[in-house]
């Protein structure tokens, strides 16, 4: 089974920066290969927002209310994908949630995985 752990989460001031890293680790057995890879953003009554993605190829699409302050990036000898997140708006607030879509391996290949999310708060 595959674990994606988030980090970097926190509370900020808007126009502060902060980084989120996402580690996807596999218990019995080793990860070769790793395909898109996603942050999504989830606030409460409102569905679950794509933020950015990143393609085992390198070609990054962001949500429109991001682009041009949030950078997304990925260490596949580390098996991480992270958002840069500059500039920080209230309404960036939210859980963020790290999603891969394919994963290769040492046993069958994993698909649709999730993390259990990030909180990140601004504050004006």
């Known amino acids: 089974q595959v674990q994606l752990v988030e980090s970097g989460g926190g509370s900020v001031q808007a126009g502060r920066s902060l980084r989120l890293s996402c580690a996807a680790s596999?218990?019995?057995?080793?990860?070769?290969?790793?395909?898109?890879m996603r942050w999504y953003r989830q606030v409460p009554g409102k569905e679950r927002d794509m933020v950015a993605t990143?393609?085992?190829?390198?070609?990054?699409e962001y949500g429109p209310s991001v682009k041009s302050r949030f950078a997304i990036s990925r260490d596949d000898k580390k098996k991480t994908v992270y958002l840069q997140m500059n500039n920080l708006a209230t309404e960036d607030r939210g859980v963020y949630i790290c999603?891969?879509?394919?994963?290769?391996?040492?046993?069958?290949?994993?698909?649709?995985?999730w993390g259990q999310g990030t909180q990140v708060t601004v504050f004006s």
């Open positions: 999603y891969i879509e394919r994963l290769v391996s040492s046993r069958e290949p994993l698909y649709d995985s």
């Open positions: 596999l218990s019995n057995g080793v990860i070769f290969g790793i395909g898109d």
């Open positions: 990143l393609t085992r190829a390198g070609d990054a």
